[in-house]
C-alpha cells in the first residue's frame, strides 16, 4: 500500500534542493525525502527531478509515498571470531570478522556487529533507529577489520560529526589484480549507484565527491599488496576506485577481479581489510589509535601469491 500527495511549492521554500523542500512540507525526515527522490517517487511539474534540483514557487510537487518496511531487530547472537579490542563507557572498538554486517537489514539473516554486542552483554544507548544504535561507520560483510561503536549519545554525536568532517583516519590493506602505473597516488572520483545493478556502484559524474589515496607495499606475482587511506566513507569506495583504475581487488568479481585467480589462491572474497583506526575519543579528547592483523584467509591468499 502507497499514499500520495499533491503540493504546491509555496514562496518560502523557492530555491530549496527538491529532497529539503519535501522533508519540510510532509515532515519527513532528509534522508527519506532523499530516497524518494533517489527511487523516482517525486515529480516536479510531472518530471522526474534529480536531488540537487531547486523548487519554483508555484511548482507543482506530487510524491508518492510507499508504506515503509517494519525496521529490523537486533537479534542478539555471538559472532564467531568477533573481537573486542577495546571497551569503556562510551564507546567499544571491534574487530569485525568477514561474513558479518554491521546491523540489522531486510534481507539479512546472518549475525551483525549489533547482534554480538547485545549478546556480549554491551549496551547501547544512543537515539535514531533501534536497528542502527550507536553505528558511525560500516564495513561492508565481505570486509573484516576495525570498526567503532558509539554507546552514548554524546559519543555517537561526537564520532559522527568527526567522521563528517574526515577527522577520523582510517587505513585499509587491499590487494589488488596487476600493478597500478604509479606506485602511490590519490584517487578523486565521484561515486553513486550503477544504473544496471542494484546493490552496485559506479564511479558517475553525479556521484558524491570521494578520495582515496594508495601507496604500494609489496610487489606480488600478478598482484600489489597495497595501504590504502580514505578520506571520503563511500559504499564500496576501495573497491569501485580500484576497479575504475582497472586494478580490481583480488577476489572481487563483482567488480570485475579475475575469479580464476581468487580461486587459485583459496580466496572466497575480496582482498581487503581494515587495518587502522585514528581518532580523538569523543569524551577524554586523547588521541587514539587502534590497529589489526590480517586475518587467517587473507593471511593464507597473500602468502599463496607470494609463491607464485
Given at each position: 500500500?502507497?499514499?500520495?500527495?499533491?503540493?504546491?511549492?509555496?514562496?518560502?521554500?523557492?530555491?530549496?534542493?527538491?529532497?529539503?523542500?519535501?522533508?519540510?512540507?510532509?515532515?519527513?525526515?532528509?534522508?527519506?525525502?532523499?530516497?524518494?527522490?533517489?527511487?523516482?517517487?517525486?515529480?516536479?511539474?510531472?518530471?522526474?527531478?534529480?536531488?540537487?534540483?531547486?523548487?519554483?514557487?508555484?511548482?507543482?510537487?506530487?510524491?508518492?509515498?510507499?508504506?515503509?518496511?517494519?525496521?529490523?531487530?537486533?537479534?542478539?547472537?555471538?559472532?564467531?571470531?568477533?573481537?573486542?579490542?577495546h571497551?569503556?563507557?562510551?564507546?567499544?572498538?571491534?574487530?569485525?570478522?568477514?561474513?558479518?554486517?554491521?546491523h540489522p537489514?531486510?534481507?539479512w539473516?546472518?549475525?551483525t556487529?549489533?547482534?554480538?554486542?547485545?549478546a556480549?552483554?554491551?549496551?547501547?544507548?544512543?537515539?535514531g533507529?533501534?536497528?542502527?544504535?550507536?553505528?558511525?561507520?560500516?564495513?561492508?560483510?565481505?570486509?573484516?577489520?576495525?570498526?567503532?561503536?558509539?554507546?552514548?549519545?554524546?559519543?555517537?554525536?561526537?564520532?559522527?560529526d568527526?567522521?563528517?568532517?574526515?577527522?577520523?583516519?582510517k587505513?585499509?590493506?587491499?590487494?589488488?589484480?596487476?600493478?597500478?602505473?604509479?606506485?602511490?597516488?590519490?584517487?578523486?572520483?565521484?561515486?553513486?549507484?550503477?544504473?544496471?545493478?542494484?546493490?552496485?556502484?559506479?564511479?558517475?559524474?553525479?556521484?558524491?565527491?570521494?578520495?582515496?589515496?594508495?601507496?604500494?607495499?609489496?610487489?606480488?606475482?600478478?598482484?600489489?599488496?597495497?595501504k590504502?587511506g580514505?578520506?571520503?566513507?563511500?559504499t564500496?569506495?576501495?573497491?569501485?576506485?580500484?576497479?575504475?583504475?582497472?586494478?580490481?581487488?583480488?577476489?572481487?568479481?563483482f567488480?570485475?577481479?579475475?575469479?580464476?585467480?581468487?580461486?587459485?589462491?583459496?580466496?572466497?572474497?575480496?582482498?581487503?581489510?581494515?587495518?587502522?583506526?585514528?581518532?580523538?575519543h569523543?569524551?577524554?579528547?586523547?588521541?587514539?589509535?587502534?590497529?589489526?592483523?590480517?586475518?587467517?584467509?587473507?593471511?593464507?591468499?597473500?602468502?599463496?601469491?607470494r609463491?607464485?
Amino acid at each position: 500500500m502507497s499514499a500520495s500527495r499533491t503540493l504546491m511549492v509555496p514562496d518560502g521554500l523557492a530555491g530549496e534542493r527538491v529532497d529539503v523542500g519535501i522533508s519540510r512540507m510532509l515532515g519527513l525526515s532528509r534522508t527519506r525525502a532523499a530516497d524518494l527522490v533517489r527511487d523516482g517517487h517525486v515529480h516536479v511539474d510531472g518530471e522526474i527531478p534529480a536531488r540537487s534540483t531547486r523548487l519554483e514557487p508555484g511548482a507543482m510537487v506530487h510524491v508518492e509515498l510507499p508504506e515503509e518496511k517494519p525496521a529490523a531487530q537486533v537479534r542478539p547472537q555471538i559472532a564467531e571470531g568477533m573481537s573486542l579490542i577495546h571497551q569503556d563507557d562510551d564507546i567499544v572498538v571491534i574487530d569485525k570478522p568477514v561474513g558479518v554486517a554491521a546491523h540489522p537489514s531486510a534481507g539479512w539473516s546472518g549475525p551483525t556487529v549489533l547482534g554480538h554486542l547485545a549478546a556480549a552483554g554491551v549496551d547501547i544507548r544512543t537515539s535514531g533507529d533501534p536497528e542502527r544504535q550507536g553505528i558511525v561507520s560500516r564495513l561492508d560483510v565481505g570486509t573484516s577489520g576495525l570498526m567503532v561503536v558509539a554507546r552514548t549519545e554524546r559519543a555517537y554525536t561526537t564520532l559522527k560529526d568527526a567522521f563528517r568532517a574526515r577527522e577520523v583516519g582510517k587505513v585499509y590493506h587491499a590487494v589488488c589484480q596487476g600493478t597500478p602505473d604509479q606506485a602511490h597516488g590519490t584517487i578523486e572520483a565521484p561515486i553513486g549507484r550503477s544504473p544496471n545493478h542494484d546493490f552496485k556502484f559506479a564511479v558517475r559524474e553525479d556521484g558524491k565527491h570521494s578520495v582515496t589515496h594508495f601507496e604500494t607495499l609489496e610487489d606480488l606475482q600478478g598482484a600489489t599488496l597495497l595501504k590504502i587511506g580514505l578520506e571520503t566513507g563511500r559504499t564500496h569506495q576501495i573497491r569501485v576506485h580500484m576497479a575504475a583504475l582497472h586494478h580490481p581487488l583480488v577476489g572481487d568479481p563483482f567488480y570485475g577481479a579475475d575469479p580464476t585467480l581468487a580461486a587459485r589462491v583459496g580466496l572466497t572474497r575480496q582482498w581487503l581489510h581494515a587495518m587502522e583506526l585514528t581518532f580523538v575519543h569523543p569524551v577524554t579528547g586523547r588521541d587514539v589509535t587502534y590497529s589489526s592483523q590480517y586475518p587467517a584467509d587473507l593471511q593464507q591468499a597473500l602468502e599463496a601469491l607470494r609463491g607464485l
